[in-house]
């Protein structure tokens, strides 16, 4: 967080980090928390894939403004996550052995493997 106040891309940026959410990180912390979490499950699972990774590239564009010049980071790997992140709202995974593929199904069919059983 002190990274990310003195090293911010933008003023407002860096306000707000350091005006709103480092005194308030009782709630900003596990609000961050739940939010990867949510995420992480989200890819894994195949659930709703394409809305955890519109978050996650959100999240990532959140980093990437946040961090990209402190000294030490490497502001590559924030744009690498990024891209990542996007590619899976594109195309999203999940279709064939994710959670997504029951979603996707019409009424009345059985699916393996993602594509409806004839």
Known sequence: MEQEVADASTIPLSLFVGDAESPNLNLFGPLVFLTEATIGFSLLLGLFSRAGALLGALIGINLWLGLYS?????????????????????????????????????????????????
């Open 70 to 118: 402190a000294p030490g980071e490497w502001r590559w790997i924030y744009m690498f996550l990024i891209i990542i992140q996007e590619l899976f709202v594109v195309d999203p995974p999940g279709r064939m052995l994710g959670a997504d593929v029951l979603l996707r199904q019409p009424k009345g069919s059985a699916v393996w493997c993602g594509s409806p059983l004839s």
